[in-house]
């Protein structure tokens, strides 16, 4: 059976749900397919001692702070879960859970949303499937040849699976550095960190309440047409949160340089020197899950949709939320989900009233 709506929301998480939000405030009809069976998109999958960078207040979708736990400054990844859950059902949005969409086409004045528990036309779509089901992996030489464990930063959970061993942990991103830090920190997991350049951690007092004014002054900046300030990745690539401090100042986060190939039983770098390892976790980032739109043929050489604002500059039916910056500042962190979903809802709202 195939069902008709204003608007299809691809993506049941911080950006879908935002979305969501403004969708509702415009009077719009639509429909969130989630792929997950339960609420809190990502933040289900995080390991255990993940904490957000920012407090409660300063981590919240629009229309409703997030609340605060007595003595906790900082939420864990359960907190975001309950929040988004509660989110979900106090606005009643429509989000059909364990619902994944397989591909969108043009279907004349329509765009056609296949999914898996069935078909829907609708006359825009909003696109806000994130990062997490795309996991980048490099193809660094003898990966294959590599005998023990091999995980990414979405397969990590907690220091306790990897006692007793020697852990090599590659990336000199915020998973990265916390993950290196949450095993060193136990003190039976040897830790070996390997980035692709030093480690440039950022001012201690640098939380995500700054990041977000940091990324929204530069996205104004250039869309006055003035300098580029550089954003976030001119003060650093580690926000410095409790555990990578006290890792950090104990001496525990010495990032040896990038190896050069992985071997049976390790690592080698390109003086030759070598170093056994029983697991590697790879945090090196992901990709944005964009499958899906492939048969709109929007993306260019780099992988990239070209974009305006939001909205696909070749398919002004289709928006695109939560992918990082290039969907708008900060749009893939729970604060900055909201200024893009209002925007694009507004401009789903004109495009369909026209």
């Keep these: 059976m195939t069902r008709r709506v204003d608007v299809v929301v691809a993506g049941g998480g911080q950006a879908g749900l935002a979305a969501g939000y403004h969708l509702r405030r415009q009077g719009l009809d639509f ?163 390997a980035t692709r350049r030093p480690p440039r951690f950022l001012a201690d007092g640098i939380d995500g309440r700054v990041l977000f004014d940091v990324a929204t002054a530069r996205r104004r900046a250039l869309d006055e047409g003035r300098t580029d300030t550089g954003g976030v990745a001119a003060l650093g690539d580690i926000v410095a949160v409790p555990p990578v401090r006290a890792a950090r100042d104990a001496g525990l986060l010495t990032a040896r340089p990038m190896f050069t190939r992985l071997t049976a039983t390790g690592v080698q770098w390109a003086d030759g020197s070598r170093a056994d390892a029983d697991a590697v976790i790879w945090c090196t980032g992901f990709r944005p899950a964009l499958a899906h739109l492939a048969p709109l043929g929007l993306r260019g050489p780099r992988g990239r949709i070209a974009i305006s604002g939001t909205r696909a500059v070749a398919e002004p039916r289709l928006h695109l939320l939560g992918y990082g910056d290039w969907t708008g500042p900060a749009s893939a962190t729970l604060i900055g989900a909201g200024r893009p979903a209002r925007d694009a809802a507004r401009d789903i709202a004109r495009l369909l009233s026209g």
């Design 31 to 193: 429909v969130v397919l989630d792929a997950a069976p339960a609420p809190g998109g990502a933040w289900q999958h995080m390991w255990d001692s993940l904490r957000l960078f920012s407090p409660a207040a300063h981590s919240s979708l629009p229309g409703r702070l997030m609340p605060a736990r007595p003595g906790e400054t900082y939420p864990d990844a359960g907190h975001v879960v309950e929040y988004l859950a509660d989110y979900e059902k106090r606005y009643d949005l429509p989000v059909q859970h364990g619902t994944r969409v397989e591909a969108v086409r043009r279907d004349g004045d329509r765009l056609l949303v296949e999914a898996d528990a069935g078909t829907w036309r609708a006359r825009a779509v909003v696109s806000a499937t994130g990062t997490w089901s795309r996991p980048f992996l490099p193809a660094v030489p003898g990966r294959a040849l590599f005998s023990g464990r091999q995980l990414h930063t979405v397969d990590y959970r907690r220091p306790a699976d990897f006692a007793g061993q020697r852990v090599l942990v590659v990336g000199g991103g915020n998973s990265g550095a916390q993950i290196a830090a949450d095993l060193a920190l136990t003190g039976d997991v040897e830790v070996i960190w």
